[in-house]
């Protein structure tokens, strides 16, 4: 089992930043990707920003420029760093990470998300 725990989520201004953090722990080996989700009220689920097995970071356009991910494999923790922020970036966000086997995603795990809110 993988255990995913996020922090740093609030209410901020439009143009403010935040940074979100994802702790992870458990049973983590083998290949594994992690990235950034978050759905707004009355809308799915959406990917952010992901980083894969190998390749180029992934952003959602919607967020390109504004936002940084990064990751402290030391750590087992993975950063969202966000900027300009927008009141449409309002939104739980979800931290994921997916342990791949033979190329496949053969575990994908959530974390219980925590809430960003951008309003003045």
């Known amino acids: 089992q993988v255990q995913l725990v996020e922090s740093g989520g609030g209410l901020v201004q439009p143009g403010g930043s935040l940074r979100l953090s994802c702790a992870a722990s458990g049973n983590i080996f083998s290949s594994y990707t992690m990235g950034w989700y978050r759905q707004a009220p009355g809308k799915e689920r959406e990917l952010v920003t992901w980083i894969p097995l190998s390749g180029n970071t992934i952003y959602a356009d919607s967020v390109k420029g504004r936002f940084t991910i990064s990751r402290d494999n030391a750590k087992n923790t993975l950063y969202l760093q966000m900027s300009s922020l927008k009141p449409e970036d309002t939104a739980i966000y979800y931290c994921?990470?997916?342990?791949?086997?033979?190329?496949?995603?053969?575990?994908?795990?959530w974390g219980h998300g925590t809430q960003v809110t951008v309003s003045s």
């Open positions: 994921n990470l997916d342990i791949w086997e033979r190329h496949v995603v053969a575990h994908r795990y």
